[in-house]
């Protein structure tokens, strides 16, 4: 055994010189103090960036006021490095990059990366009571990629599919499902990635805050059988046509929710399902609820693109409704529409929750509406 | 439903002026061209780059002869974007990035993006024969992160499963499992990442070229929980400590084996086990080999960082082996030592096969070794 150690000493210590794609990213050789990015220091952080030969470096971040982000200049330290530093933002998760000489560019000392459609992008998580429960738990569910034949859309297509801890050890056990939508843009890893569902659900399980349950994402881009990650050829779709409007909420319904409920040990009952979905996914929601109002028991529409007739919300409420949760943020472009919304379903009186932030038709929204409704369902 | 339909086509045409983040990555509007990058046409790729304000604009590519990557100027075209046309490389899959001012920058318009250990690297797939198992089949398995618990390595460590097309429709049916290692510098996705492991079962199975087949994808380092884009605290571990020395491959031998063979429907048989590993990973598959002779049928070190004496090959030997499959390049550094275990293994009369390529420590090579002896493999 000593002579494998022997060898894979010889191995690290070559690899500096070899063409090692994978050892490539050891460098614990040399005399050259790290870069740091970004550094948390109190309430303070700094980014870096050694970029020798660039005129310009500045630093664009989603917690600055302008909409498109803005940007804040960086100057070259002691070592000639690119550095700011700037007040901590709120507890949060931001996104942020680099411009150099007018290039966005992703920072090389941070493994940390969302992606935001075809973006990716680096991500810093400011600690605090807010993002509390964004980080990782100590006990983590299953994160899964099924795939499900869809005979409406006619095409195989990729889901997320979270387990919460426990789901292994416990074979006998059933457990309500959670279907959870995302927006225009996004794709079946939206939610996971750019939304943390995973570590908000296990920290919230973890905690006694929220049932442990199943979580689905689908991809709800008709034309897509997957993230364009996958590179699979999308079918042109015209979700105008009014035969085919629909075809996406029939298949979360009708193909999707038996997919789950046969081959994952899901409660088959209205009581035990629940969507949510935000923006376009927000009115996925609304049109399962109107389509198939017996099939799910808790409803929420987060910042939705929808609404629905009195008719419809009546049908619902006959059908019985354990809790509609719709949220919108008050600076959003779709406020006006969640405000009319809940009027609507007051004038109907079918009873909900409506839960106005703070804010835009951003991410740290959906995050709060997700740990906000997932520890009032299945209760 | 109209007026679902109305309120969504005005999300998407303000979107524009609002702060959606999801929305951001339309690009409908506006009449600008679109730019293409990386656009294969016939013998030739072009690579293009918006950059206004940068001096110097280079293209660095995995293909190139320098092990380092080397660089290609770019330079403005009539549309005033940084654009190099090259010959088309061999079939493969490359990784390259754009080197902007000095800063290595990522191609915007390619959303295909491998990782290797902290660097994210835009992807170019050139097809043909020796690639044509890398892009999506038409049947796609399940890719599942479950995590175990090791009391050897006091943590809970998450894991990357596939399981083979088929695997949720047939209930009762069983899975032979490979065990398939990284190396140093990588992680438990680094087989799916760089490896295109999913893609490489699934074409070979969907062709009838390899067994359905579960393969298990572990964290190879001790002291990680998990690949460090879950940004989970690392423990120190001192491999040069005999007594930790082989804990990682003990957690897998007696803590994974069993997870998986409780949790997943896999044939519990040294017949149905198999262990390939790369670099690190060879070695964590010779000393798996060594330590634990009867537990594998199929023993797969590629570019190995490991060695055996002659009284290990005998034990192994001893035990019985269906495949020894060892592999190497002929420019990889550790192509000596892949000489030296090819001699010991005839020295001892274990019957081996032993896979010489062109090229070195790279990852075109490893995907190359899957390719071929997951054909091999539980026949």
Known sequence: MKRIISILVLCLAVAGAAQAQELANFA?????????????????????????????????GSWMPNPWGGTIDMVRNQDLVWEVK?????????????????????????????????????????????????????????????????????????????TPYGYEANPKKKYPVLYLLHGAGGDEEAWTSMGR??????NLIEKGLAEPMIVV????????????????????????????????????????????EKNFRAVPKPASRAIAGLSMGGGHTISASILYPELFDYICPLSAAGSATPEQIAALKKA???????????????????EEMHAKLNEQGLEHEYFVSDGGHVWSNWRLYLNTFAQKLFK
């Not at 050789?29 to 660039?54: C, H």
């Open 217 to 260: 994402m689908p991809n709800g881009n008709p034309g897509q059988a997957a993230a364009r990650t996958l590179n699979i050829p999308e079918k042109p779709y015209d979700w105008r046509d009014p035969s085919m409007r629909d075809n996406y909420v029939k298949s979360l319904c009708t193909e999707i929710v038996p997919f789950i």
């Open 320 to 338: 019985g409704v354990k809790l509609y949760f719709l949220a919108c943020g008050n600076t959003d472009f779709l406020f006006k529409g969640a």
């Open 86 to 162: 700037i007040p901590l933002p709120e507890p949060e998760i931001y996104t942020y990059n680099f411009v150099v000489d007018g290039v966005a560019v992703n920072d090389p000392q941070n493994v940390l990366v969302q992606r935001d459609g075809t973006r990716y992008l680096p991500m810093l998580l400011v600690p605090g009571e807010r993002s509390q429960n964004y980080g990782e738990a100590t006990k983590h569910g299953t994160v899964s990629h099924p795939w499900y034949d869809s005979k409406i859309l006619g095409m195989s297509r990729r889901l997320t599919v979270y």
């Open 197 to 202: 569902a995973a570590q908000i659900l296990d």
């Open 28 to 60: 614990f050789w040399g005399n050259r103090k790290p870069i740091v990015s970004p550094e948390i220091q109190g309430d303070s952080v700094t980014f870096r960036l050694k970029a020798d030969y660039a005129t310009v470096v500045k630093l664009s």
